[in-house]
């Protein structure tokens, strides 16, 4: 539980440790060098002794984690035969879940490996048997057909191969995949992914190839393995808008499925989805159940008069309502930008794909408060990670430490290395039935300065040598390179991919046209009403554009565009929304009502906009 002894919040006084997937921890007496010389020989029958009582005492799933064992997987492998002999179904080695240097790592994602791996078995167990119409057989298995699971790294895998260290990402992960397809289907190279659903908002970035990441935390738990680089706020349809006594504040909490938010009509907390009801940007009449518009006035009312009592500022509801948005736009970009600007890329050269149920309603107002001038919408954008999913090839990856000085003749010396690491995972991508020549294989090394422990992951350069690559990405991330300073080759990776083939929709083709609103209702953008045209996905065809405020109606999601912005559906279907204002395309300026919602700032706000009017008078 010490870990690395870190302490994220050095000043909370009640400091409250999370609680260890582990039920029981037991030591074994055995010890290999890291070099991989034997030290201490384990003893067999002692260990069966120990597995044999933690078998008896009700525990099903095993976690093998020992000193060293990365350097040789011997002691491991023992402990793994006995363990299957006594009774254990799941048993996972840390010497395969994730060989590399790092014990607490290594064993932190050993045991979240071994416990999640019996949920992920039954699941298996009764989608197997769902498909194969036998209900909750124990352990049907469909004679046609693959049944095939998307990795957190964003590779497909067959159901009997994934393993919990690679499901912490995996719905996440076909979203990813998902919008980079539609992405490139739409002529952009970079884009960034914006995935709002109901609880969370997950953003990640795509520069023509998926960016991973190899060690990370999830939830206080450290997991060594491939998984895409994706960044979750807790800013969703469901996050619930509240006045912590200072200011105004949007999740983390969620009003969930049940009660859901308040305009559900089950009692539930104010949450997004109830704001954007209430400013106009959802209509009562398309939703799929009657929606109570009362209960969200009452709670915004209550807040309005909470904020009133203790600041002793009045809003009327919608500015309110215009500042909770607001807040959670600036949640949603600040995760934006942490996987962008916080890693030496600028936003404004990339389109933002929006999806998910709720994205389409704050896609404008994110893409503006970053700068960047053209969000595109795919018509199934509601259901793109699971788009993602059909889209995504078959992946396999393999790792292994090398931890030597870096040279020229060391990364020659490597050729092996990476050929006996490719093998494995090839034989099973061929298993899945990708025919050999649509395998790729692809290599990088885990290169860092002489005595740091952080390294970075480099992909095998096109031209030049991983040395140079290794610098200027540095240069990139931190802005400096320590010229002349050694080197150190920490590990050697694969990636191999068996690419099925990259098919667009069919264009259709595009004949301008400005359709008229099927209605037109009244949207609240900034604390002001502007007179809104609703119009219907499925209705619009390639070449219409539309000029916001408009709302898009879909099965699945409703598309907000802001003033200021022009929407134009592309040849296979997509919306592509341009920023006049970011852009500098000649459009009608918009006004923005000069609200401060740090409340505790309320002073400094009315003296500032004191000092604006002296100032005009002045002139």
Known sequence: RTGYQNRPKLFELAVRKRTPLAAEVVEIHQRIT?????????????????????????????????????????????????????????????SRVAPLIKIVARGDTTVMDAYLNPVLRAYVRRLRASLAGKGDTPDPKPTAGRLQILTSAGGLVDADRFVGKDSILSGPAGGVVGFSHVARAAGFERAIGFDMGGTSTDVSRYDGRYELEYETEKAGVRVVAPMMAIETVAAGGGSVCRFDGVKLAVGPESAGAEPGPACYGRGGPLAVTDVNLYQGKILADRFPFPLDRAAVESRLTTLCEEIAAATGTRYSRHELADGLLRVANANMVKAIRSISVAKGYDPREYVLVAFGGAAGQHACAVARELGICQVLLHPDAGILSAYGIGRADVVRHGAAGVYRPYSEEAVAGLEETFGQLAQGPRREVLQEGVPPERIEVRRSLDLRYHALEAWLTIPQPQSGTYAGAYAAEHQRLYGYVQQGRALEIVAARVEVAGRWGEEFDRPEKVRPRRPGAEQIVTAWFGA???????????????????????????PASTTVIDPGWEGEVLARGEMLLTDGVVAGLPTEPLARPEVSWNIGDQRRGQETRAERASTRAER
């Open 34 to 94: 890291p070099e991989g010389e034997v030290l201490v020989a384990p003893q067999p029958e002692a260990i069966r002794e120990q597995l044999a009582a933690l078998r008896q005492a009700g525990v099903e799933s095993l976690a093998v984690c020992l000193l060293n064992a990365y350097a040789d997987p011997r002691h491991e492998e023992l402990v793994g035969r006995i363990a299957a002999e006594v009774g254990f179904e799941e048993v996972s080695l840390s």
């Open 528 to 554: 002001r009403a502007h007179d809104t045209g609703v119009f219907t996905r499925k209705m619009l065809r390639p070449g219409d554009r539309i000029t916001g405020p408009a709302i898009v109606c879909e």
